[in-house]
């Protein structure tokens, strides 16, 4: 499977639900890139509650996308708060629970550019990766 941005988060879920949920299945592995969920589920979820930590992760998501967002984020943060904030940034929760699944990942963190930009240039490396395992070639 591949997918980027809303589709990496369905192709994601599919195979991390593959093994319960169709075993018969032969699955070589799933290339994707930028997972993202819904942003505005997430902050409308997340906000006043134990999980409010999540919401600069999706602000940080929408800045990716926008840069003119980032230039207003970066004109109202709180200097004190600044740290905290762009945490999200150098933390890969993801990776380390589909580690700890022994998910056998090839992960690769790329530098931060364009959105539309990265599902274009990193789509080579996504095909090249399933090519790569249909033909037997492991990680």
Known sequence: MWGYARSALASERAAELRP???PELNFIGAAI???TPSVISVLNT???GEHAGLIPAA?????NA???????VDEHLDPMTVAY???PLNTDALVKKLYSQ????EYVRDLPRDHTLEAITGSG???TFLRNHFNGVPC
């Open 46 to 48: 997340v906000n006043g």
């Open 33 to 35: 890139g930028s997972v």
């Open 85 to 87: 904030f762009e945490r």
């Open 125 to 127: 490396d996504a095909f």
């Open 59 to 63: 602000i940080l998501g929408l800045t």
């Open 66 to 72: 926008l840069p003119e967002l980032m230039t207003f």
């Open 102 to 105: 022994e998910a056998g990942l």
């Open 20 to 22: 319960t949920y169709a």
